[in-house]
């Protein structure tokens, strides 16, 4: 059974940091290229940022220069740095796992929210 595990959301304010946290099971984990969407209300869900499993690193241009996702393949964990967050980061946040050829799987979400 697979699971993505989100956690480390929460309420900041215009400028702080959060740390995002997204913990597998049931996959080869290093195989898969693991990413950060998010959805805000009313809105499609949107790419944040993807790292495959070589360490390619993607970012949307809305997040470029504040957020970095970074993964620990001994941990089985995939993480996404948020700084200088702001009220447009608002969202609630899905970690995904991809793989060709394979199932895609999303974890179940965790809340951000940017307000002063």
């Known amino acids: 059974q697979v699971q993505l595990v989100e956690s480390g959301g929460g309420l900041v304010q215009p400028g702080w940091s959060l740390r995002l946290t997204c913990a597998a099971s049931g996959i080869t984990f290093r195989l898969y290229t693991m990413g950060w969407y998010r959805q805000a209300p009313g809105k499609e869900r949107e790419l944040v940022a993807t790292?495959?499993?070589?360490?390619?690193?993607n970012y949307a241009d809305s997040v470029k220069g504040r957020f970095t996702i970074s993964r620990d393949n001994a941990k089985n964990t995939v993480y996404l740095q948020m700084n200088s967050l702001k009220p447009d980061d608002t969202a609630v946040y899905y970690c995904?796992?991809?793989?060709?050829?394979?199932?895609?799987?999303w974890g179940q979400g965790t809340q951000v929210t940017v307000s002063s």
């Open positions: 995904n796992a991809f793989r060709q050829g394979s199932l895609t799987y």
């Open positions: 790292i495959t499993s070589g360490g390619t690193l």
